[in-house]
């Protein structure tokens, strides 16, 4: 395979912005072009965390200092990709200042996008979602003591987000369609302690799901203030009024670009690649929250924050014609009301196996999924990273545990890698 002399990357979140410094680190020589209409690339965890709750400032979310692209010769274009055009022959980014952009490869990391909340009302003004760093500041702007905010959603971003508004003494609500709304990814004793961690912090927590969204005009004199009308869980509904709504009901991958393209998408609208990040035309790459894998060992896309790097050093090998790095179970962590959770691998335990709980106390710190033959597939911890980094071997291996010490909290769980 012969190395491109010059790379375009579309998209600069994690993926995009760490496939062009894993290709200058891999020591490619060539050219390489970034575009994204956001400027220079910055990291999205804090934004729910940290930047929401003033903590951190848009400065230190930047990945690299702008004197970086000049030293790494990196070409940073901020403009948007309107389209790609792959019928030359070298596929070609129509920028929206309408300048056109070949490369002798592409690599589209163009992202998610949050799944907007389909109810009536549900695309107001002031309704708002969290994915760019545009996104955050509007939201912090709004966050301040005694202000009604209504999170719907409490999936990881929306946790999150409820935190950072509690921590701002705001006055919080969460909606959630599900009484343990993280279950798929750190198990349902994990995410039932972690959603009644909401209640023990001040969040009014309301089971049910949103029916529509209309101006509250009994709320004179605030700015965009919402009636949030929901369906309880027990039959019933309620309304709530809000100065601001944020929805936070999942992302969808952004494969906007690669559709009008032609390139193969998955059925959930992801970019299809092969395990080298290859789309169905073998000079376009996708990485990040907007490619699928055909061969994802694991049934739910990823759409973290490592499992984009680990596309992006992929990618960069594929480009270059090197090896592809081992890639182990997709991690995650997530931060909320002081806890800090992560996990790794698949928590739905495949059919015939189970989910082992380790109890401290009384309280579910860790949980383990396996599968039918007894080896991990999953694990996630709360305030507990080296339970899972040391579960992360275990699965990655394929290791058979015994049930009886992964529950016993005084069995370190590195000591299960001896099986
Ligand atoms: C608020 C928030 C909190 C998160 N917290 C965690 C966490 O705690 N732990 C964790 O593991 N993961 C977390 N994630 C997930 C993680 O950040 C994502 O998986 C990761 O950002 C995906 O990287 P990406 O590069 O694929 O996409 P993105 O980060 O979305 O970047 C995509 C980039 O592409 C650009 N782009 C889009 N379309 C075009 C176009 N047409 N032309 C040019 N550029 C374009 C966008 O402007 C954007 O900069 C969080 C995500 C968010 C939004």
Do not use: N
């Not at 109810?119 to 979602?129: I, N, Q, S, T």
């Not at 994915?131 to 500041?137: K, L, Q, S």
């Not at 905010?149 to 409820?162: H, R, Y």
């Not at 559709?259 to 996708?286: C, F, H, K, M």
Request: proline share 7%; aromatic share 4%; no cysteine.
């Amino acid at each position: 395979m012969t190395v491109p002399a010059s790379v375009l990357v579309v998209g600069g979140g994690v993926a995009g912005f760490g496939t062009v410094r894993e290709l200058r680190r891999r020591g490619f020589e060539g050219k390489l072009t970034l575009v994204d209409p956001q400027g220079l690339p910055y990291d999205r965890p804090p934004l729910s965390k940290d930047f929401l709750t003033g903590e951190t400032d848009a400065h230190r979310l930047l990945f690299a200092p702008p004197a970086w692209f000049a030293e790494h010769a990196v070409e940073l274009v901020t403009a948007r990709v309107d389209r790609m055009d792959l019928t030359g022959e070298h596929p070609a980014a129509v920028l929206d200042d309408g300048t056109v952009r070949a490369a002798d490869a592409v690599v589209l990391a163009p992202g998610g996008r949050p799944r907007p909340l389909d109810v009536p009302g549900g695309d107001r003004p002031g309704v708002l979602v969290l994915r760019t760093r545009a996104d955050a500041e509007a939201i912090a702007a709004r966050l301040h003591f005694g202000a009604r905010v209504v999170v719907v959603g409490a999936g990881l971003t929306g946790s999150e987000v409820a935190s950072a508004a509690r921590e701002a003494m705001a006055e919080v609500t969460l909606v959630s369609a599900s009484p343990a709304p993280a279950a798929a990814a750190v198990g349902p004793a994990l995410a039932a302690r972690l959603h009644a961690l909401h209640a023990a912090r001040g969040v009014d927590v309301v089971q049910g799901r949103v029916l529509r969204i209309e101006h509250a005009d009994d709320a004179p004199g605030l700015d965009a203030p919402h009636r949030v009308h929901v369906a309880l869980a027990d039959g019933g509904e309620a309304a709530l009024d809000a100065d601001l709504v944020v929805a936070a009901v999942g992302i969808l991958p952004d494969a906007a670009l690669a559709a009008e393209a032609g390139l193969e998408l998955a059925v959930d609208g992801g970019i299809l690649v092969d395990a080298a990040q290859r789309t169905s035309d073998p000079r376009v790459l996708a990485v990040g929250d907007a490619a699928r894998r055909r061969d994802a060992a694991y049934a739910a896309p990823a759409m973290h924050w490592e499992p984009a790097l680990q596309d992006a050093a992929d990618a960069a090998a594929a480009l270059l014609g090197e090896d592809l790095p081992e890639r182990g179970a997709p991690w995650f962590w997530s931060d909320r009301h002081g806890v800090h959770v992560e996990g790794v691998g698949a928590m739905r335990p495949p059919e015939g196996g189970r989910i082992v709980d380790r109890e401290v106390r009384g309280t579910v710190v860790a949980s383990f999924a396996l599968a039918a033959d007894g080896a991990m597939v999953g694990a996630a911890s709360v305030d507990d990273p080296m339970a899972v980094k040391a579960a992360r071997r275990i699965v990655d291996r394929g290791i058979v545990v015994d049930p009886e010490r992964l529950a016993d909290p005084s069995v370190p769980v590195k000591a299960l890698l001896r099986g």
